[in-house]
């Protein structure tokens, strides 16, 4: 049964999504708080949700298309509150938007965790996202030091 449900994002939702992205857990991933929120709430064609469980707000996520035609595909982002974590909702919330944006027409999505996110990694490869390649020196860490990524893609068919 899912427990998940995805609604989208408001400006009514900024002192959440912040909270949720300022937590260390989260931010050493993502970035700086108050940009990324700023960018979560700017992205007016994107799919921008805030993952809801139980009635309460415990995380957001988001899917990206690239549309041109010869390289079309999806990708998707999000974070959990570390409160929430280890519940399988993060799991849920990538599943629902996963098999909606196939059921959109896409044939592949894409994710890209830093290297060393071992916990988001596990998550993925247990949806069936597939490890493609190290992206060297990819992003930049809130103290200002590169580090890698790593490409990971799932394809129609393959989400578990
Ligand atoms: C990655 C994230 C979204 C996962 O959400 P979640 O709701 O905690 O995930 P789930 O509860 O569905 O699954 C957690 C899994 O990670 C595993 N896990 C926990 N810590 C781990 C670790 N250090 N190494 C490997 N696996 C780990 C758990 O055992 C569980 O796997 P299982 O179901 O096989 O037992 C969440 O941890 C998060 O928001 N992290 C911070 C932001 C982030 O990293 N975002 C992703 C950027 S690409």
Same mark, same amino acid.
């Given at each position: ?48 949700? =805030? ?26 982002? *999000? ?9 399988? *909702? ?7 938007? =996963? ?14 965790? =830093? ?11 247990? *949806? ?30 393959? *989400?578990?």
């Amino acid at each position: 049964m899912t427990r998940v449900t995805l609604r989208p994002l408001t400006e009514a939702d900024r002192s959440t999504v912040h909270k949720i992205l300022s937590a260390p857990e989260v931010a050493q991933w993502w970035g700086d708080p108050g940009e990324e929120t700023d960018g979560l709430l700017a992205k007016e064609e994107d799919h921008v949700y =805030a993952i809801e469980y139980e009635g309460q707000t415990v995380g957001v996520i988001q899917g990206w298309e690239e549309t041109a035609r010869r390289y079309r595909h999806a990708g998707i982002d *999000l974070a959990v509150h570390p409160g929430h974590y280890g519940l399988g *909702l993060g799991s849920e919330a990538i599943r629902i938007l =996963a098999q909606r944006l196939f059921d959109q027409g896409h044939h592949r999505i894409t994710i890209d965790p =830093a290297a060393a996110n071992v916990r988001a990694i596990h998550v993925y490869e247990k *949806l069936g996202f597939r490890r493609v390649g190290l992206l060297r020196d990819y992003e930049q860490g809130l103290d200002g030091t590169w580090h890698d990524g790593l490409l990971m893609d799932l394809l129609k068919g393959e *989400l578990r």
